[in-house]
Structure formats: structure tokens, C-alpha cells
């Protein structure tokens, strides 16, 4: 299942550090990172609304198949409790646990799915109820490889089909991102703009502000550590 299609109508809760929030169900931290041999973090959920709500907390395996997200059952790690109902203004830590006996190899990534619940008594019909999801990568790694990306760009209408193809052991994230051609700028995309994994590939789709663009593209952005600079070549070249 991808994870486009999982989000559908939902609040996706993603930023690059700090907090996400959107409506009564907030969650911290946003991103979890362990370093073997650490098996176990944790995760706070609030409700900050004025009536109860019941949350549901899942953890799927996350890979990049053809450029996209696609998320999948695991029993390799474990979240408890699995559902929980807050009182208004309270709180609860939810423990994400890896239970797997196997070594972790390179890097393993994961997404925590924090759902609020909708509640039956005020469904009305004819109405539609919108609910909240944050989704919350989580990475365990050991040592190895760092993220070793190649960029491309390919013109799409009015817009750049931006790849990066990680061939290193670990993920990357992109945030903050400009792309420039020639010294000017052509587009941008503020804040988080997603994740490469290990091993894989993945894609975005960023409108152009200017006009056309010739040559190899400037590719700026914020990672884990910090800002870096890359050219994207023309897609299949």
C-alpha cells in the first residue's frame, strides 16, 4: 500500500524538527533515530481539544519502490499501548520497540501511524469526518555507509521532476530545497520535503516559478547536517 493512498483525506503530521500538531492530536518528537544496540524510543501524544479522544498508534514498514513511498505490516517492531483514549488536556507516551532477533543491517526505516479516532456519538449522516494521522519516520541504524546521492531533473509542464538515488546505506532528508539553473532561480519548496532511503530511489515534483530551464541544475537544501550544494543532471543522461 502506498503511502499517498494511506493519507487520503487525513492530516499527514510531518515537519523537520521540533513538534507536529494539527487540531486536538499533537505529537513529539517528529522524527525517531536509534543507533544500535538502542531497540527502544518513545513517543508523547496530547490532546489538546476540549473533548476526549481515543488514539490509535500502528507501526509499518517503510521502502521506496519506483520512487514512491510504500508502507507494509511488520512484526519486527512493536508499539504499546497500541490504542489509547485522552482525557482533554492529557497526556500519554507511547514506546516504539524493536522486537526483531536479527542484526539490524545498514539501516532499517519505519513509519509510526498516531490516528485520532473518530468518535461514533458525533457522526452525523450525510457529513463527512475528517480525523488526524501523524506519521512519524523512525530509523534504526548501525554504523555504515553514509547517504551518497545523485541527483537528476527532468522538465515536466510547468514543473521539475526532481530524483535523488541514494546509493548509500542510509536515508536522507530533504528539506528547504531550491533548485536554480544558470545563476537564477527556477523553483523551491520550503520546509520538509520528504526522505531518500538507503539503497533506493525517490522523486518529487516541485512547480517552476521561472522559465525554462537549460543545462544542469543547482540542487540547495538542508539535511540532517546541514546545508549542501549538488547538480541534478538531465534526467536520463
Known amino acids: 500500500m502506498s503511502l499517498q493512498g494511506m493519507m487520503g483525506c487525513l492530516a499527514l503530521g510531518a515537519a523537520l524538527a521540533g513538534v507536529a500538531s494539527a ?8 522524527l525517531l533515530q536509534m543507533e544500535a544496540p538502542q531497540q527502544t524510543a518513545s513517543l508523547t501524544v496530547w490532546n489538546d481539544g476540549a473533548e476526549p479522544i481515543d488514539v490509535q498508534v500502528r507501526v509499518l514498514r517503510w521502502r521506496q519502490v519506483d520512487g514512491a513511498d510504500v508502507l507494509e505490516p511488520t512484526q519486527d517492531v512493536v508499539v504499546s499501548p497500541p490504542i ?51 506519521s512519524i519516520p523512525v530509523f534504526f541504524a548501525k554504523a555504515g555507509a553514509p547517504p551518497e546521492v545523485v541527483w537528476s531533473a527532468a522538465r515536466e509542464g510547468d514543473a521539475i521532476r526532481l530524483t535523488a538515488k541514494n546509493a ?27 526522505y531518500v532511503l538507503g539503497g ?13 530551464a537549460s543545462g544542469p541544475i543547482m540542487v540547495t537544501a538542508e539535511s540532517e547536517t546541514g546545508r549542501f550544494d549538488a547538480i541534478a543532471a538531465p534526467a536520463g543522461r
Do not use: C, F, M
Open 84 to 134: 489509547t483514549t485522552l482525557a482533554p488536556g492529557a497526556e500519554n507516551v507511547v514506546r516504539v520497540v524493536r522486537v526483531s532477533n536479527a542484526e539490524v543491517a545498514g539501516e532499517e526505516s519505519y513509519r509510526v501511524l498516531v490516528d485520532e479516532l473518530p468518535d461514533p456519538a458525533r457522526v452525523r449522516d450525510g457529513t463527512v469526518t475528517l480525523v488526524l494521522r501523524h
Open 168 to 194: 548509500g546505506g542510509r536515508h536522507l532528508r530533504i528539506a528547504n530545497l531550491q533548485l536554480a539553473a544558470n545563476g537564477a532561480r527556477l523553483a523551491a519548496k520550503d520546509g520538509l520535503v520528504g
Open 200 to 212: 533506493a530511489v525517490a522523486s518529487w515534483t516541485i512547480p517552476l516559478e521561472a522559465g525554462g
Open 23 to 30: 487540531g486536538a492530536l499533537r505529537v513529539a518528537p517528529v
